[in-house]
């Protein structure tokens, strides 16, 4: 079954590459011309860029992917407890509520001093 | 292991697949132009062809035969695939994805999904989540701030909204106990009365948010809002490597009209007179108006805004939704 | 066929892994690390084991390796600044020789595990049977996750903090 869906995402991964080759050599069919200017990065028009794209980003943005590593994970074992609800029964939904509780408890810590307000 | 037939007919339904959704994709383009000219009184695209429907194939030529520039100083390898895989992660999810009730042809019965599987949610939802290579390596490869400033944004946004909907297709799963995308629908046969969307309202609301999210659909545009940051991620790319993105995210968008419409509209099932075929693609059709119709109808939100309304508001609604549904059920 | 799949998925794990290692700019080896994770996904695939498939694509490929070039992309190194590694192809002629006696321990590690007599269950590998696997015999260790993954957001957040104020 597994299988299945491999050879499948193979193929049409395969396909997906295929076409956009395919879409990418029709470039080659209209005219070219070198300029200049063409090949300068884009600033609205203005002939000199302003700033460049070294600067460094606030670490906000770092911190939200980790947060999204660890509630990925989370997210991954809820979902073989969803699966089993009713065979596991309360004990389930309790072991999954206390697991559920521990991170609320971080997310609760992460409101608490502020590191998700964005000013 | 495998049959040659089984090739064959995954050949097929592939290659099928893959082309419809790219011509429908590129049709809903046009769709896009019509609904929101006719939203602000305007008529749209008119002079090419009848009603302006030749106006398709006059964008497509014109894309097509634009000249492929790569700006300076951009990283090259990194900057010519990342538009391949934006493209190529869209249509692989479709993969496991349902289309059509099962119909016989010529005495052969076909089933419209190129995979069935017995975790095609999870399996959607993985490569979905390997799609945002494509705006991330766009972003940084670009060497302009705006490609940066914008792939930060949508990495950024794609990654607390996959929390949301991977939190709130929770709930639905829950009461129905699979992961495959055919029980799921099965699970719905009686009408309109059995849809979950009246038993998962709250998980419907916050599946569909999410889901204008991922395909970074106005209101939650953010990432490519002309007025703040240029066109965001693809600002430096021109002819069809940046027709790559637009196709990838008409495709998404057909994707999630799909899901959405499975999971909790009662998908493919027969209603009524109407077949269930038909209903789907009423369904979908319904789903990609609402996406323009939002689009026409909503002011832009602001990214801290999207941050706040996505952690403190719809995450732990979702959670709530789980326990909630969790105690319902038991 | 099945044979055949897997000697491609392994060529591109070992491609990818190689790439990781050999290639110069950080992003390039994050790139072909993904490339090993995908592989490794197709090999879980082809063992039946669903859960561990969709895991590798989404934790690893989707958020993990995100963070890596999200991180790589922020810190921004230029090419300048990388460090110069002359004897690269030397040292890791050298490393591959050292690690070839660990290798060999892996191998007979190996060839020393019990051949499985009775054929495994069905369903063995996929979602529904691991979950009341998990959340039955392995109770402890599940919980414990959470409290590993609480530390680690703790931890995550002081950091991200730490040069902000």
């Not at chain 2, 009848?50 to 990283?75: M, R, V, W």
């Not at chain 2, 975790?119 to 670009?142: D, Q, T």
């Not at chain 2, 309304?309 to 959670?319: A, Y």
């Not at chain 3, 269950?121 to 015999?137: N, S």
């Amino acid at each position: 079954m597994s299988e299945n869906l491999f050879l499948a995402s193979c193929i049409v991964a395969f396909l997906t590459l295929f076409l956009p080759l395919l879409f990418l050599a029709s470039a080659r069919l209209g005219p070219r011309s070198e300029t200049k200017n063409k090949h300068m990065l884009y600033e609205s028009g203005i002939s000199s860029p302003i700033g460049t794209s070294e600067g460094r980003m606030s670490a906000k943005f770092y911190l939200i992917a980790i947060l999204f590593v660890l509630f990925d994970v989370e997210i991954i074992f809820m979902f073989p407890w969803a699966l089993n609800l009713r065979e596991l029964g309360f004990l389930g939904l309790f072991e999954m509520l206390t697991f559920i509780l521990l991170l609320a408890a971080g997310l609760w810590y992460v409101y608490r001093i502020k590191a998700l307000s964005w000013q | 292991m495998f049959d040659t037939a089984v090739i064959i007919e995954t050949v097929v339904k592939a290659v099928i697949v893959v082309a419809v959704i790219a011509a429908l994709a590129g049709f809903a383009t046009f769709i896009e132009r019509k609904v929101l000219a006719f939203m602000q009184r305007r008529l749209g695209p008119m002079h090419v062809g009848p009603y302006g429907l030749l106006q398709l194939a006059a964008d497509g030529i014109k894309l097509f035969t634009k000249e492929d520039i790569i700006p300076q100083n951009a990283i090259k390898p990194i900057f010519m695939i990342a538009p391949v895989i934006a493209a190529t992660t869209a249509f692989v999810a479709m993969a496991a994805v349902p289309y059509f009730p099962e119909f016989t042809l010529f005495g052969y019965t076909i089933h419209p999904i190129i995979s069935d599987i017995n975790v095609a949610l999870l399996y959607v939802m993985g490569v979905a989540s390997v799609g945002i290579y494509g705006p991330l390596l766009a972003g940084m490869s670009s060497a302009n701030k705006w490609s940066l400033l914008g792939a930060a944004r949508a990495v950024v946004q794609m990654l607390s909204f996959e929390v949301v909907s991977g939190l709130s297709v929770l709930a639905p799963i829950m009461m129905i106990g699979s992961l495959s995308l055919i029980d799921i629908n099965d699970a719905q046969t009686g009408g309109i009365g059995d849809w979950l969307i009246w038993k998962q309202p709250l998980a419907f609301v916050l599946f569909a948010i999410a889901g204008f999210m991922e395909t970074n659909r106005a209101p939650f545009d953010t990432v490519e809002f002309e007025a703040e940051i240029v066109a965001g991620y693809a600002t430096e790319y021109s002819g069809m490597r940046w027709g790559l993105f637009f196709i990838g995210e008409y495709a998404n968008m057909i994707t999630i009209s799909v899901l959405v419409s499975i999971i909790f509209m009662g998908g493919y099932n027969a209603f009524w007179f109407i077949p269930g075929g038909l209903m789907m693609l009423l369904k979908v059709s319904f789903w990609i108006f609402l996406f323009l119709w939002v689009r026409a109808a909503w002011p832009h939100v602001r990214p801290d805004q999207l941050m706040w309304v996505c952690w403190k508001v719809l995450m732990p609604l979702s959670v709530v939704n789980i326990v909630i549904t969790g105690f319902a059920l038991l | 066929m099945n044979d055949f799949l897997f000697i491609f998925l392994s060529f591109f794990a070992l491609l990818g892994a190689f790439g990781m290692i050999v290639l110069h700019q950080p992003v390039h080896s994050a790139l072909s690390l993904i490339v090993t994770l995908l592989a490794l996904a197709g090999l879980f695939a082809l063992l039946n084991a669903s859960f561990l498939f969709a895991v590798q694509i989404i934790v690893y490929a989707g958020a993990i390796l995100t963070l890596f070039i999200f991180i790589i992309m922020f810190l921004n190194v230029k090419e300048s600044n990388l460090p110069k590694e002359p004897n690269k192809t030397l040292y890791l002629f050298l490393g591959g020789i050292v690690l070839i006696p660990l290798n060999l321990l892996v191998l007979r590690a190996f060839y020393a595990m019990p051949l499985l007599r009775e054929p495994l269950a069905e369903d063995f590998g996929e979602i529904k049977p691991l979950g009341a696997e998990l959340f039955t015999k392995w109770l402890l260790p599940f919980e414990l996750i959470s409290l590993l993954l609480l530390v680690a957001l703790i931890g995550a957040v002081v950091f991200a903090r730490k040069d902000e104020v």
